[in-house]
């Protein structure tokens, strides 16, 4: 495992909207370039929260009570999100420049 540092998060979380292979469906999370972030789920579920970078990775309190905590793993060709309570992970599929999904919006 080669857990991207805190530099590399900087560059790759703070604006962008984050496309997350969920077992073969697209989900998006958009970082704004303060604290808040905005998800859209697969299945049309939507979530407002705070994000942090934080030792090792990143926090997001959701609104919905859930808080994650992501590691981001680096492999040639790949990164995936590994979720430090749990032994979930999700293929990164691709990081988009701004709000490329125009979030929040009503689910």
């Not at 496309?19 to 073969?24: F, S, W």
């Amino acid at each position: 495992m080669a857990i991207l540092d805190q530099a590399a998060l900087k560059v790759l979380i703070s604006g962008t909207t984050h496309v997350l292979d969920r077992n073969g469906k697209e989900a998006y999370v958009y970082f704004e370039t303060g604290d808040v972030a905005h998800m859209l789920l697969d299945d049309g579920e939507t979530r407002t929260g705070t994000w942090a970078l934080a030792e090792g990775g990143y926090v997001v309190d959701w609104d919905n009570g859930v808080t994650g905590r992501w590691a981001l793993d680096h492999e040639a060709g790949e990164i995936t999100y590994v979720n430090r309570d749990r032994d979930v992970k999700v293929r990164l599929a691709g990081v988009l420049f701004g709000n490329a999904k125009g979030l929040p919006r009503a689910a």
